[in-house]
C-alpha cells in the first residue's frame, strides 16, 4: 500500500518511509491512498479474538512491508505481558444501557498516548532499516506533560533508538515532573526548559530545522525522527481500539452484526478521533462521532460553521492536553472531505499559517457534519459532570474524558438520539487528583501522594501501581536550560 501526502499527492512513499520521516518535505501530512476494508464477516471473525489478534490483523492491513511475524512481535511487546494492567489494554466499561466507557489509560503512564507510544518504538527501529536510513534514530519531543513521559516510557531500552525530551521547568504538573525525571533506561535524557511550551515546542522544531546539526549528528551516525502525533505511526495504532471495541460488544451481545454505534472522542490535536475515522472509511458502522472540546472550543465552531479561526484567547484549564487552537491532525481530515485535493487542502494550511483563518466550502461543511457533531464545556461544568457521575454510576472519571461525557449528554438531549455510544476515557483520574478531588467537594491535600490516597479512600479504586512507585523512585535528570541552549544539549546527549 502507498502512502502520499496531503499537500502533494504526486508524492509516493511505503509506510516505513511514512513513519521514519514523520512529515513530508513540503510540509503534508502522510496518508494512506486507499483504505483496507473491513467487512461484517470480517468483524465477526475479529469479534472471536484477543485484542493483540486484533490488532495484528489491523496493523497487516496498513503496513505490508512487515513480517506477520515481525509484526507480532512488536505488538507482544507493546501490549502483551503486564505492560498494561491485568493485561487488557483497552477495557470497557457499561454506564448504562445505552454508553459504554472505552478506557485507555491502563499503560505505563495512565493516559490513553500509552496505546501509540508503545507501538511506535516497537516499528521505528524496523521502519528505519526498511527505508534504508541505517542509522541510529535520536527521538526529539517537547511536551507539556503526557507525551513526554509516554514517549520515554515506550522509547526506553529500545535498541537503536535514543530519546531525549525537553520540558517547560514550570508547566508541568508536580506528578507529571516527578514521573519523567525519575525516568529510567541508559538511552533516555530528560531537560526542563526556563520557558513555556511553546519555547520547547520551537526549540525543537528549530534543531529539525538546522543543516549544520543534521550533518554533525549524521556523521556521529544519528538520524534524528519524531514521535509527536502526526506520525503516521501514532495514527495507526489508534484505528485498532475503535474495530477493537465494537468487536468487544459484538462479542458480548451488545451490538448486533451492521448496528451503527456513536463515539464520543475528548479531543485536542484530533489524533485519536481521526484514528476513530478511519475505522470508518475502512467500514465500521459508525453513525457520528462526537468531538468533545474544553473552552478552547476551536473546534466546536469550526463543526458548526465551516470557519476555522484560531485568533481566540488561549485558556490554561483542568484538562491541559486539550489547550490547544491547533489541531495538527484536522489537514488530514480537510484532505479527505475536500475529496483528496492536494491543491485545495494546501491552500487552506498556507492561509492557517498566514492569517489563523480558513475556511470549508459549503459542499465540505455538509460532508463534514453528516459525519461529525461538535460540543465542549467549561471546568466548571465538566467538574459537575465528574461529581454526578460519580454519584449515580459510582464512577470516577478524569477531567478531558468529563468533557466529552458532559459534550455527550449535550448532544442526546438536543437530538434524542439513541444510538449506543462509546466514550472514550483518556486518562486515570489519578493523573488528575486535584482537579477530582475538588470536582467531588473534598479537600485537597497538598503532597501529591496524600492526594492519592484520599482519593484511592473515597473512590475504592486502587492507585495504578506505576504512581505509587515513584514516591521511593530517585530523580535521575536535574538538569535546566534556556531555550537558546537545546542545541547544545541535544549535542552533549548524541554523542
Ligand atoms: C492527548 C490527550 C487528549 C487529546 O487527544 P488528541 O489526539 O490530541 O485529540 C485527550 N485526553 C488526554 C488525557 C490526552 O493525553
Redesign the pocket.
Known sequence: MNYTSTRDNSRQVTAAEAIVQGISPEGGLFVPKTMPSLTEQDLAALSQMSYTERAQWVLEGFLPEWTGEELSAAIEAAYGGDRFEDGDPAPLSRLDESCYLLELWHGPTC???DMALQLLPKLLPAAAKKSGCGKEIAILVATSG??GKAALEGFRDVPGTRIQVFYPEDGVSPMQKRQMTTQQGENVSVVGIRGNFDDAQSGVKRIFGDGQMAKTLGERGFSLSSAN?INWGRLVPQIVYYISAYCQLLADGELQPGEQVNFC?????????LAGYYAKEMGLPVKTFLCASNRNNVLTDFIATGRYDRNRTFYTTT?P??D?LI?S?LERLVYLLTGRNDAETREKMKALGETGVYQLTGAELSALQREFYGGCCGDEDAAQTIRETFREYSYLC?P?TAVAMNVWKQYRKRTGDQTKTIILS??SPYKFGDTVLAALGETCPGDDFARLEALERISGLPVPASLAALRDARRRFEEVCTPEEMGEQVLSFLQ
Open positions: 493516559a490513553f498516548k503526557d507525551t502525533s472522542v475528548p479531543t485536542g490535536n484530533f489524533g485519536n478521533i484538562s492536553s486539550m490547544i489541531s491532525n478524569d478531558h483518556t486518562a
